[in-house]
Antibody
């Protein structure tokens, strides 16, 4: 059974870099049938798509975050990662990783991890 | 960006009711629309894809319809487990965008 698990610091200081990793278990991240994505949700608010990555390394980012975000994949570890630099309080949110079948939406999600930006 | 607008924002209903949530896109997205259910403190759950296809394991009381710019999610007979927040999402083009959510409350 496929599972995704986010990990990383729960507290990041303003202007620093937020780094999260999503570990995929139960299937290979190198499957040609799927993309892998990040979505976030500020407390009490709606969902915001951050970006997607294919196992080959091809990426697609939300233009609203593109200048600050990098998504990468490590097929040897069956993981993909998110880096968001120059964070502010507005980046405080629950961050989810998820799987996207090609030409489909987010069908399997991680449980999410809360990241707070504060000094 | 394609804007997704859900209505209503909050819906009060009783167990056994039939309810409908509407999602409108600011431009045509064909049938590239998904619906999710989210409960407090949990990840969204995938319910419907391609506007009307039911994800495996999702109860048949959930159904989706629409194409182009107007879509609906219908729950035919509300069960206690259905009280949650529902989101639509377009995946016709980048950036993917979500509706603001509809909170389904117990009347």
């Amino acid at each position: 059974q496929l599972q995704l698990q986010e990990s990383g610091p729960g507290l990041v200081k303003p202007s620093e870099t937020l780094s999260l990793t999503c570990t995929v278990s139960g299937d290979s991240i190198s499957s040609s049938s799927y993309y892998w994505g990040w979505i976030r949700q500020p407390p009490g608010k709606g969902l915001e798509w951050i970006g997607n990555i294919y196992y080959s390394g091809s990426t697609y980012y939300n233009p609203s975050l593109k200048s600050r975000v990098t998504i990468s994949v490590d097929t040897s570890k069956n993981q993909f990662s998110l880096r968001l630099n120059s964070v502010t309080a507005a980046d405080t949110a629950v961050y989810f990783c998820a799987r996207l079948p090609v030409n489909d939406a987010f069908d399997i999600w991680g449980q999410g991890t809360m990241v707070t930006v504060s000094s | 960006d394609i804007q997704m607008t859900q209505s209503p924002s909050t819906l009060s209903a009783s167990v056994g009711d039939r309810v409908t949530i509407t999602c409108r896109a600011s431009q045509s997205i064909s049938s590239w629309l998904a619906w999710y259910q989210q409960k407090p403190g949990k990840a969204p759950k995938y319910l419907i894809y391609k506007a009307s296809s039911l994800e495996s394991g999702v109860p048949s009381r959930f159904s989706g319809s629409g194409s182009g710019t107007e879509f609906t999610l219908t729950i035919s007979s509300l069960q206690p487990d259905d009280f949650a927040t529902y989101y639509c999402q377009q995946y016709n083009s980048f950036p993917y965008t979500f509706g603001q959510g509809t909170k389904l409350e117990i009347k």
